[in-house]
């Protein structure tokens, strides 16, 4: 049975069961800090089990992409090395939203396994939480497991919780029985030992208590249930192989490998077997998190994709001298996974181009990096390479603290990685981020508060204070010239939605208009930060009032991003995906996914079409529908924001673009007036940004290039048409002036080498020539100073040129074995603030200053040699 066959088996049989086929949500989680990629199925019905959403089912079923590569849940260093340990896998699941419990949990469970996958039942182990009798006697009584094929195990194997509050319960394991052969032989082998021989397939968590802070578990009101299955460990049972790389979701991979490198997987064995598994495994994860949107970056998940991307090309020299066979398997993933999320079919040049660049990258980086770790293992005296060492390599080379671990080890060394991490948390405390004001606890604060969002509908409403907030407690009153943060019953005021930044404006407070300082959220409540006017109490009523002209600039901007995007996807294909925006008063600033730069006339047909659009004058109709809904009409989802199935905001210009959005937008794109690109740029690779200005903005923008334009044409005596042309012209004139001043810049100071040859010392019996010139060029400087170098001897030549120092340094002759330069530029780092890099006879390179002091000091160094 193949593995497309026994994912659908699943979603089919609890379909049958009255199941909602729920499809996977993105890797990166919707509006979910706590999590770096998605990890369980249950991540995206985290707000049901809470009771903070409500769906038109009870009931659910998915395969879940997962990726668990960092933070709490990190496989990464034991990938390739183990028969099951995977960057990404999917995980099988079905939920109880408050319906059935467990009973028909596992009954589910076990009648799938048995019935539609066949699996023998005598094979079959079963777990449960030491406490939970109900679960024991469900299986050894309902489904008949005998009691020696049932075993109790305590909190860390069989209880589950989502923090250290909030939801929790036992949870009930399946395993397979593997064969006597992949055991330990031990007395007390069994479900829970780590010998192999009992593979866990499945895990049922039963939510039923309510973990207080001071430890204790309440009964819930409304209990839950949360299986997982992983794919790649239930296709291995199926499939009978004794690894999950043995499976058909990773052999059409691995086979082509094999054609590339012309290595057998079959008779490797160590390092060049996790070479494979290596590849197989990262390649299926990095392509899915750039489909999904995930670009390699420093921090955060693209540190995280950057990771798997750089030790994946790292094993890949283990197998071959073909930098790019990490890339090439890319088309198999397509081919093989495509179906199932046809977004790496969407995204495939995209994941090709993004991986090209970050080996190409890295490539250059392992080089160095390599060379210079191996040389300190030469001569390091004992086996442990020092935290400082390490940092330098992650800190200067971008070599992954995990890559330096795996280099050591070949050579048989350790990393201390305490020390690299002190030097890590000091690098991110001299970093500078500002610490912001808590407000997810505030003292006394009403737990369920909230405000009725007007701004859909007006600027100014009038209401009454609920809260307000000094500092981090709710207080019932203030005085005059307290900062507080004051929450209303209702507020216009535009908090964030699809990237558009807050509304401003004032409160009205006994006919006094009070500026806000900023709004923002305190929980489901709309937060006003004032200076208080006068005495301020709960219950007093006030006008909240938007800044009518920037909020309309916004809504301009807000819109005109929409067609942007639509735009975008009309004239270069679907692979166009959104990555980010800000809808800001002033401009607007897009970023999406797309190959390849916008050429002039890319940006102009870009342009044209938003234009149009925006001349048709469309009304824009906005609409509240279940979000399956919005899909059949093909609406576009940002995939960092989270969308409500039951209710979503939908967002149409008709017959051009749809977009689930909660920002605020014209009434017609008339309104909008006008459209320009200012600025396409890269942000990365596959990765670009456009800014653009609308209405006011773009006139005055226009405005501003006109008058520019017609300047210059009265400066120039010519038709504004024929102003570029005099532009290039003078460009050109002043191009071949430079060239002509350096030329004669270079005969002089040639010429002057002859003379400043009789100002040589003797210093400690080596001839010594420093000499400072202004506004010399770097290559004529080197020129200069080996034309002086033709006599043996100690050369320092130095140029101040448009603010910036820079120096060369020579050593000819006989001068050459007694003066090391590489150990003059450190001299030079430590003494003079000169950073300089080259062999032992030049070294050249630049500073903030020369030292006035530095021809005395230069002799200094001399007597010391």
Same mark, same amino acid.
């Given at each position: 049975m193949k593995s497309k066959e026994i994912r659908q088996k699943f979603l089919d049989f609890f379909k049958r069961h009255g199941h909602e086929v729920v499809a996977s949500s993105s890797l990166i989680p919707a509006e979910d800090p706590t999590l770096l990629f998605a990890n369980a199925g249950m991540n995206q019905f985290k707000d049901l089990f809470l009771g903070k959403e409500k769906r038109h089912y009870t009931r659910a079923t998915s395969a879940q992409k997962c990726v668990r590569a960092g933070g709490k849940h990190n496989d990464l260093d034991n990938v390739?090395?183990?028969?099951?340990?995977?960057?990404?896998?999917?995980?099988?699941?079905?939920?109880?939203?408050?319906?059935?419990?467990?009973?028909?949990?596992?009954?589910?469970?076990?009648?799938?396994?048995?019935?539609?996958?066949?699996?023998?039942?005598?094979?079959?182990?079963?777990?449960?939480?030491?406490?939970?009798?109900?679960?024991?006697?469900?299986?050894?009584?309902?489904?008949?497991?005998?009691?020696?094929?049932?075993?109790?195990?305590?909190?860390?194997?069989?209880?589950?919780?989502?923090?250290?509050?909030?939801?929790?319960?036992?949870?009930?394991?399946?395993?397979?029985?593997?064969?006597?052969?992949?055991?330990?032989?031990?007395?007390?082998?069994?479900?829970?030992?780590?010998?192999?021989?009992?593979?866990?397939?499945?895990?049922?968590?039963?939510?039923?208590?309510?973990?207080?802070?001071?430890?204790?578990?309440?009964p819930l009101k409304k209990t839950g249930v949360d299986t997982g299955a992983g794919l790649e460990r239930v296709t291995s049972i199926v499939q009978n192989k004794d690894s999950v790389y043995?499976?058909?979701?990773?052999?059409?991979?691995?086979?082509?490998?094999?054609?590339?490198?012309?290595?057998?997987?079959?008779?490797?064995?160590?390092?060049?077997?996790?070479?494979?598994?290596?590849?197989?495994?990262?390649?299926?994860?990095?392509?899915?998190l750039i489909a999904d949107g995930c670009a390699p970056s420093n921090e955060g998940r693209g540190y995280v994709l950057r990771k798997i991307i750089r030790r994946a090309a790292l094993f890949a020299q283990k197998l071959s001298t073909d930098q790019n066979l990490f890339v090439k398997l890319v088309p198999v993933v397509v081919s093989e996974l495509?179906?199932?999320?046809?977004?790496?079919?969407?995204?495939?040049?995209?994941i090709t181009e993004v991986l090209t660049s970050e080996v190409d990258k890295f490539a250059i980086n392992l080089t160095r990096g390599k060379q210079l770790l191996e040389k300190y293992i030469e001569s390091a005296q004992g086996k442990t390479i020092p935290g400082q060492e390490a940092f330098k390599m992650y800190d200067t080379f971008g070599f992954p603290v995990e890559l330096i671990i795996l280099i050591a080890q070949e050579h048989g060394f350790t990393v201390d990685l305490e020390g690299f991490n002190k030097l890590m948390e000091q690098q991110?405390?001299?970093?500078?981020?500002?610490?912001?004001?808590?407000?997810?606890?505030?003292?006394?604060?009403?737990?369920?508060?909230s405000t009725e969002f007007t701004g859909y509908h007006e600027l100014e409403t009038p209401s009454i204070i609920t809260a307000l907030i000094k500092g981090q407690e709710s207080v019932q009153s203030v005085d005059a010239g307290d900062i507080v943060h004051v929450i209303t019953q209702r507020s216009p005021f535009f908090i964030v939605g699809g990237g558009q930044v807050p509304d401003n404006g004032w409160l009205i407070i006994k006919n006094v208009?009070?500026?806000?300082?900023?709004?923002?959220?305190?929980?489901?409540?709309?937060?006003?930060?004032?200076?208080?006017?006068?005495?301020?109490?709960?219950?007093?009523?006030?006008?909240?009032?938007?800044?009518?002209?920037?909020?309309?600039?916004?809504?301009?901007?807000? #819109?005109?991003?929409?067609? &942007?995007? $639509?735009?975008?996807?009309?004239? +270069?294909?679907?692979?166009?995906? %959104?990555?980010?925006? !800000?809808?800001?008063?002033?401009y607007l600033r897009f970023d999406f996914t797309y190959h390849a730069t916008l050429s002039d006339a890319d940006i102009k047909k870009v342009e044209d079409l938003v234009n149009e659009k925006i001349r048709d004058d469309i009304k824009v109709d906005v609409q509240y529908m279940p979000y399956r809904d919005s899909l059949k009409l093909g609406a576009l989802a940002f995939f960092?924001?989270?969308?409500?199935?039951?209710?979503?905001?939908?967002?149409?210009?008709?017959?051009?673009?749809?977009?689930?959005?909660?920002g605020t937008h014209v009434p017609s794109t008339g309104?909008?007036?006008?459209?320009?690109? #200012?600025?396409?740029?890269? &942000?990365? $690779?596959?990765?670009?940004?456009? +800014?653009?200005?609308?209405?006011? %903005?773009?006139?005055? !923008?226009?405005?501003?290039?006109?008058?520019?334009?017609?300047?210059?044409?009265?400066l120039f005596k010519v038709k504004p048409e024929h102003v570029m042309k005099s532009v290039e012209k003078l460009n050109q004139h002043y191009k071949e002036a430079q060239k002509e001043l350096k030329s004669a810049q270079h005969k002089l100071l040639l010429a002057q080498i002859p003379q400043l040859m009789a100002q040589t010392e003797i210093v400690n019996d080596v001839p010594y020539l420093f000499a400072l010139f202004e506004d010399v060029q770097p290559d004529t400087l080197k020129e200069a100073i080996s034309y002086a170098a033709q006599k043996a001897g100690f050369y320092f030549f130095g140029t101040v040129l448009e603010d910036k120092v820079n120096f060369i340094a020579m050593t000819s002759g006989d001068v050459s074995k007694r003066l090391n330069l590489k150990e003059f530029s450190t001299w030079l780092k430590e003494h003079a603030h000169l950073q300089?890099?080259?062999?032992?006879?030049?070294?050249?390179?630049?500073?903030?200053?020369?030292?006035?002091?530095?021809?005395?000091?230069?002799?200094?160094?001399?007597?010391?040699?």
């Amino acid at each position: 049975m193949k593995s497309k066959e026994i994912r659908q088996k699943f979603l089919d049989f609890f379909k049958r069961h009255g199941h909602e086929v729920v499809a996977s949500s993105s890797l990166i989680p919707a509006e979910d800090p706590t999590l770096l990629f998605a990890n369980a199925g249950m991540n995206q019905f985290k707000d049901l089990f809470l009771g903070k959403e409500k769906r038109h089912y009870t009931r659910a079923t998915s395969a879940q992409k997962c990726v668990r590569a960092g933070g709490k849940h990190n496989d990464l260093d034991n990938v390739g090395f183990t028969k099951r340990h995977l960057t990404f896998f999917e995980m099988l699941g079905n939920f109880s939203f408050g319906d059935y419990f467990k009973k028909d949990a596992i009954r589910y469970a076990w009648d799938f396994l048995t019935q539609d996958l066949g699996l023998p039942a005598d094979t079959l182990h079963i777990s449960v939480f030491k406490d939970d009798d109900e679960a024991y006697e469900l299986w050894n009584q309902m489904i008949g497991v005998p009691a020696e094929r049932i075993v109790r195990l305590g909190f860390e194997d069989n209880f589950w919780q989502m923090g250290d509050t909030g939801p929790c319960g036992p949870c009930t394991e399946i395993y397979v029985d593997r064969g006597v052969e992949h055991g330990c032989n031990q007395p007390n082998c069994g479900p829970g030992c780590n010998c192999g021989r009992f593979l866990e397939i499945w895990n049922l968590v039963f939510m039923q208590f309510d973990k207080q802070p001071d430890g204790t578990n309440v009964p819930l009101k409304k209990t839950g249930v949360d299986t997982g299955a992983g794919l790649e460990r239930v296709t291995s049972i199926v499939q009978n192989k004794d690894s999950v790389y043995e499976t058909d979701l990773f052999m059409p991979i691995i086979n082509q490998v094999e054609s590339l490198t012309g290595v057998s997987y079959a008779q490797s064995q160590g390092v060049i077997k996790a070479a494979f598994n290596v590849l197989a495994d990262h390649i299926r994860s990095s392509s899915l998190l750039i489909a999904d949107g995930c670009a390699p970056s420093n921090e955060g998940r693209g540190y995280v994709l950057r990771k798997i991307i750089r030790r994946a090309a790292l094993f890949a020299q283990k197998l071959s001298t073909d930098q790019n066979l990490f890339v090439k398997l890319v088309p198999v993933v397509v081919s093989e996974l495509g179906d199932v999320y046809p977004e790496l079919k969407q995204q495939q040049r995209l994941i090709t181009e993004v991986l090209t660049s970050e080996v190409d990258k890295f490539a250059i980086n392992l080089t160095r990096g390599k060379q210079l770790l191996e040389k300190y293992i030469e001569s390091a005296q004992g086996k442990t390479i020092p935290g400082q060492e390490a940092f330098k390599m992650y800190d200067t080379f971008g070599f992954p603290v995990e890559l330096i671990i795996l280099i050591a080890q070949e050579h048989g060394f350790t990393v201390d990685l305490e020390g690299f991490n002190k030097l890590m948390e000091q690098q991110k405390e001299q970093s500078g981020k500002k610490e912001t004001a808590d407000f997810e606890h505030v003292k006394g604060l009403d737990v369920d508060i909230s405000t009725e969002f007007t701004g859909y509908h007006e600027l100014e409403t009038p209401s009454i204070i609920t809260a307000l907030i000094k500092g981090q407690e709710s207080v019932q009153s203030v005085d005059a010239g307290d900062i507080v943060h004051v929450i209303t019953q209702r507020s216009p005021f535009f908090i964030v939605g699809g990237g558009q930044v807050p509304d401003n404006g004032w409160l009205i407070i006994k006919n006094v208009e009070v500026p806000i300082k900023s709004v923002r959220f305190i929980k489901k409540a709309i937060a006003a930060e004032i200076e208080a006017p006068c005495a301020l109490k709960v219950g007093d009523e006030l006008i909240s009032k938007v800044h009518e002209q920037k909020r309309i600039d916004a809504m301009k901007n807000h #819109t005109a991003t929409h067609l &942007l995007q $639509a735009a975008l996807i009309s004239l +270069f294909g679907k692979q166009i995906k %959104q990555s980010g925006s !800000l809808v800001h008063p002033d401009y607007l600033r897009f970023d999406f996914t797309y190959h390849a730069t916008l050429s002039d006339a890319d940006i102009k047909k870009v342009e044209d079409l938003v234009n149009e659009k925006i001349r048709d004058d469309i009304k824009v109709d906005v609409q509240y529908m279940p979000y399956r809904d919005s899909l059949k009409l093909g609406a576009l989802a940002f995939f960092g924001d989270k969308y409500n199935p039951e209710e979503v905001r939908v967002v149409n210009v008709p017959d051009f673009s749809v977009e689930l959005c909660g920002g605020t937008h014209v009434p017609s794109t008339g309104v909008i007036g006008a459209f320009k690109i #200012t600025q396409e740029t890269a &942000l990365s $690779a596959g990765h670009r940004r456009i +800014f653009a200005v609308t209405g006011p %903005q773009a006139i005055n !923008l226009f405005q501003e290039t006109f008058s520019t334009v017609k300047n210059l044409s009265q400066l120039f005596k010519v038709k504004p048409e024929h102003v570029m042309k005099s532009v290039e012209k003078l460009n050109q004139h002043y191009k071949e002036a430079q060239k002509e001043l350096k030329s004669a810049q270079h005969k002089l100071l040639l010429a002057q080498i002859p003379q400043l040859m009789a100002q040589t010392e003797i210093v400690n019996d080596v001839p010594y020539l420093f000499a400072l010139f202004e506004d010399v060029q770097p290559d004529t400087l080197k020129e200069a100073i080996s034309y002086a170098a033709q006599k043996a001897g100690f050369y320092f030549f130095g140029t101040v040129l448009e603010d910036k120092v820079n120096f060369i340094a020579m050593t000819s002759g006989d001068v050459s074995k007694r003066l090391n330069l590489k150990e003059f530029s450190t001299w030079l780092k430590e003494h003079a603030h000169l950073q300089g890099g080259g062999s032992q006879t030049i070294t050249q390179g630049g500073g903030a200053k020369f030292d006035a002091n530095l021809r005395n000091m230069i002799k200094e160094w001399i007597n010391k040699q």
